[in-house]
């Protein structure tokens, strides 16, 4: 796949959102857990950083999503972090394999570690998903407010319509052609 392919099937992926203005992120779960019809819990963790190692996670159990999110960094990088998790889920990516008692544990106040350690390790997703992740994670917030302002331009008033149209055909008539 290449960039432009990237792109656009990113863009496609993005464009049935109707996300509103201004955007915020948590507005995005909403919409996803809409669209999912499933819970999504959004959390904050201290993943430990090691080289490889992700800053957040989505994991997917019988009922319901998480989304785990690197606690110790700045608020843009944690929302970056979540919106390229919701890009997986917007990509049909698959999710972290989960065991119900692992989540349980990793969502317990007292981290092991080493249980974090080793559900982290099997995180190993293909770049090219995370790639298209990434891609998704910048087009949100540039979706947000999108649908608006389409059905905006649809909804201009019949005054201003003809206003257009007397516009358009007189420079038609000038040019002699459609600009
Ligand atoms: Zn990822």
Redesign the pocket.
Known sequence: MDNRTLLNYCRQVVGQLEIPAPYDVAEVCDLIEQRRGRQLSVLPMAIPVYEGS?S?LWVETDDCDYILYQANTTRAHQEHIVA??I??MLLDHRSLPSDQDEVSQLLMPSLDPALVRTVLSRTS?LDL??QQ?EVVASLLPIQAGQSQRRQAARDVPAGVANLVDHLERSLLARSGRRI
Do not use: F, I, S, V
Request: hydrophobic share 10%; charged share 30%; glycine share 20%.
């Open positions: 992700p957040g390229h998790e890009g997986h997703y998903e995370e992740a």
